[in-house]
Protein backbone atom coordinates (compact mmCIF):
# COMPACT_ATOMS: atom_id res chain seq x y z
CA UNK A 1 0.00 0.00 0.00
CA UNK A 2 1.40 3.18 -1.04
CA UNK A 3 0.00 6.60 0.58
CA UNK A 4 0.09 9.73 -0.20
CA UNK A 5 -1.45 12.83 2.15
CA UNK A 6 -1.82 16.32 0.71
CA UNK A 7 -4.07 19.29 1.80
CA UNK A 8 -1.68 20.92 4.61
CA UNK A 9 -0.49 24.79 4.47
CA UNK A 10 -0.59 27.63 6.44
CA UNK A 11 -3.63 28.50 8.17
CA UNK A 12 -4.94 31.44 10.68
CA UNK A 13 -5.93 30.13 14.11
CA UNK A 14 -9.63 29.35 14.16
CA UNK A 15 -9.64 28.31 10.58
CA UNK A 16 -10.06 25.40 8.60
CA UNK A 17 -8.62 22.55 6.56
CA UNK A 18 -9.22 19.34 5.14
CA UNK A 19 -6.34 16.84 4.58
CA UNK A 20 -6.47 14.06 1.79
CA UNK A 21 -4.72 10.91 2.04
CA UNK A 22 -4.73 8.67 -1.60
CA UNK A 23 -4.23 4.81 -1.36
CA UNK A 24 -3.06 2.61 -3.59
CA UNK A 25 -3.88 -1.46 -3.86
CA UNK A 26 -7.12 -3.15 -4.60
CA UNK A 27 -8.15 -3.71 -1.17
CA UNK A 28 -8.88 -0.80 0.42
CA UNK A 29 -12.30 -1.02 1.26
CA UNK A 30 -10.72 -3.52 4.15
CA UNK A 31 -8.19 -1.32 5.30
CA UNK A 32 -8.14 0.65 8.74
CA UNK A 33 -6.97 3.94 8.17
CA UNK A 34 -5.87 6.74 10.81
CA UNK A 35 -4.21 10.44 10.91
CA UNK A 36 -1.58 10.87 13.10
CA UNK A 37 0.70 13.84 13.81
CA UNK A 38 4.14 14.97 14.66
CA UNK A 39 5.13 18.26 15.93
CA UNK A 40 8.75 19.85 15.71
CA UNK A 41 10.30 18.34 18.75
CA UNK A 42 7.63 16.35 20.03
CA UNK A 43 6.77 12.24 19.24
CA UNK A 44 4.25 11.21 16.63
CA UNK A 45 0.76 11.30 18.27
CA UNK A 46 -2.47 9.77 16.93
CA UNK A 47 -5.18 12.01 15.98
CA UNK A 48 -8.03 9.40 14.13
CA UNK A 49 -8.77 6.44 13.06
CA UNK A 50 -11.56 5.77 9.93
CA UNK A 51 -12.39 2.08 10.48
CA UNK A 52 -13.56 -0.02 7.61
CA UNK A 53 -16.89 0.10 8.53
CA UNK A 54 -16.53 4.18 8.51
CA UNK A 55 -17.06 3.83 12.46
CA UNK A 56 -14.45 6.26 13.70
CA UNK A 57 -12.32 7.53 16.76
CA UNK A 58 -10.80 10.59 17.36
CA UNK A 59 -7.66 11.65 20.21
CA UNK A 60 -9.04 13.67 23.27
CA UNK A 61 -7.07 17.10 22.11
CA UNK A 62 -9.27 16.97 18.97
CA UNK A 63 -12.28 15.63 19.50
CA UNK A 64 -15.28 18.11 18.35
CA UNK A 65 -12.68 20.05 16.04
CA UNK A 66 -12.03 17.13 13.67
CA UNK A 67 -14.36 15.11 11.23
CA UNK A 68 -12.45 11.83 9.92
CA UNK A 69 -14.00 10.33 6.23
CA UNK A 70 -13.52 7.89 3.64
CA UNK A 71 -14.54 7.35 0.33
CA UNK A 72 -13.82 3.56 -0.66
CA UNK A 73 -14.50 3.92 -4.13
CA UNK A 74 -12.16 6.93 -4.98
CA UNK A 75 -9.30 5.07 -2.07
CA UNK A 76 -9.50 8.15 0.04
CA UNK A 77 -9.48 9.16 3.56
CA UNK A 78 -9.98 12.96 4.38
CA UNK A 79 -9.32 14.76 8.11
CA UNK A 80 -11.32 17.39 8.16
CA UNK A 81 -10.40 19.93 10.48
CA UNK A 82 -11.92 22.68 11.90
CA UNK A 83 -11.49 25.11 14.94
CA UNK A 84 -7.40 25.34 14.58
CA UNK A 85 -5.03 25.94 17.28
CA UNK A 86 -1.28 26.86 17.03
CA UNK A 87 -1.17 23.78 18.97
CA UNK A 88 -1.96 21.85 15.83
CA UNK A 89 0.77 22.91 13.48
CA UNK A 90 2.27 19.05 12.96
CA UNK A 91 3.59 17.18 10.11
CA UNK A 92 0.59 15.27 9.43
CA UNK A 93 0.34 11.26 8.39
CA UNK A 94 -1.83 8.54 7.39
CA UNK A 95 -1.58 5.28 7.95
CA UNK A 96 -2.89 2.36 6.88
CA UNK A 97 -3.15 -0.59 8.10
CA UNK A 98 -4.27 -4.21 6.12
CA UNK A 99 -3.50 -7.53 7.11
CA UNK A 100 -1.75 -6.67 10.05
CA UNK A 101 0.68 -5.22 8.09
CA UNK A 102 1.03 -1.17 8.84
CA UNK A 103 1.77 1.65 5.99
CA UNK A 104 2.85 5.32 6.29
CA UNK A 105 2.93 8.37 4.29
CA UNK A 106 5.24 10.80 3.61
CA UNK A 107 3.32 13.65 5.59
CA UNK A 108 1.94 17.03 5.12
CA UNK A 109 2.21 19.89 7.12
CA UNK A 110 0.12 21.88 8.62
CA UNK A 111 1.13 25.29 10.19
CA UNK A 112 -1.46 27.33 12.56
CA UNK A 113 -0.37 30.70 12.79
CA UNK A 114 -1.56 34.22 12.61
Known amino acids: VQLQASGGGLVQPGGSLRLSCAAS????????MAWYRQAPGKQREWVAT???????NYAESVQGRCAGSRDNAKNMVYLRMNGLKPEDTAVYYC?????????WGQGTLVTVSS
Open 95 to 103: KAVLWGYSY
Open 25 to 32: GSNFSNTV
Open 50 to 56: INTDAGR
